[in-house]
């Protein structure tokens, strides 16, 4: 069984285009995240989000939003795409509330380009 | 602020030989320390983890890191590497309800 799936695995779409990109985590997680990872393999986190907090890394732009039907759930919205926001970009989940193990576990990637 | 430098961008051993891969951190507190290991056109997989105790830890795949205070080091060692190895690793720092810091990760070629 996966831990964290992502869908779909390859985006190609054009400049302007409205995408989303799908997360599922079936650890019983209750926070989940998104990186962006550009072409140096540099990883930045993007969003952290469980049932009570959205923290958002300032610097993303507001075109990309997350959104969580459920706790396994969290999926990511990119409006008016840009040549730049071609990446890799990973969901992880992790256990932050009272529990003494607090490591990430990623999903296999999701390779947006923008054309 | 939090952050995280792995001083090698990329790392060339022949197999069979023993490895290093070198990671400093600066945090405020107490560090979760982390090594993931990213294959090609895959995700991060962890390898080890630091939170207390002792300070020379044992992860997947025959890796260990020892985690030093006074140097603000966690540094990932293999006795033999396998050309199975070749990827890139990750460094990261956090800390319970913070965000993780990755460091710029070190890729790894492994001759045979």
């Known amino acids: 069984d996966t831990a964290v799936s992502q869908t779909p695995k390859y985006l190609v779409t054009q400049m302007g285009n409205d995408k989303s990109i799908k997360c599922e985590q079936n650890?019983?997680?209750?926070?989940m995240y998104w990186y962006k990872q550009d072409s140096k393999k540099f990883l930045k986190i993007m969003f952290s989000?469980?049932?009570?907090?959205?923290?958002i890394n300032e610097t993303v732009p507001n075109r990309f939003s997350p959104k969580s039907p459920d706790k396994a759930h969290l999926n990511l919205h990119i409006n008016s795409l840009e040549l730049g926001d071609s990446a890799v970009y990973f969901c992880?989940?992790?256990?932050?509330?009272?529990?003494?193990?607090?490591?990430?576990?990623f999903g296999p990637g999701t390779r947006l380009t923008v054309t | 602020a939090q952050s995280v430098t792995q001083p090698d961008i990329h790392i060339t051993v022949s197999e069979g030989a023993s490895l290093e891969l070198r990671c400093n951190y600066s945090?405020?507190?107490?560090?979760?320390l982390f090594w993931y290991v990213q294959s090609p056109g895959q995700g991060l997989q962890l390898l080890l983890k630091?939170?207390?105790?002792?300070?020379l830890v044992q992860g997947i795949k025959g890796f260990e890191a020892e985690f030093k205070r006074s140097q603000s080091s966690f540094n990932l060692r293999k006795p033999s590497v396998h050309w199975s190895d070749a990827a890139e690793y990750f460094c990261?720092?956090?800390?319970?309800?913070?965000?993780?810091?990755f460091g710029p990760g070190t890729r790894l070629s492994v001759l045979p």
């Open positions: 990261a720092v956090g800390n319970y309800g913070q965000n993780f810091v």
């Open positions: 989000y469980n049932n009570k907090e959205l923290i």
């Open positions: 630091y939170f207390s105790g002792d300070t």
């Open positions: 945090y405020g507190a107490t560090p979760y």
């Open positions: 650890l019983g997680h209750d926070t």
């Open positions: 992880a989940s992790s256990v932050n509330s009272g529990s003494n193990s607090y490591e990430q576990y």
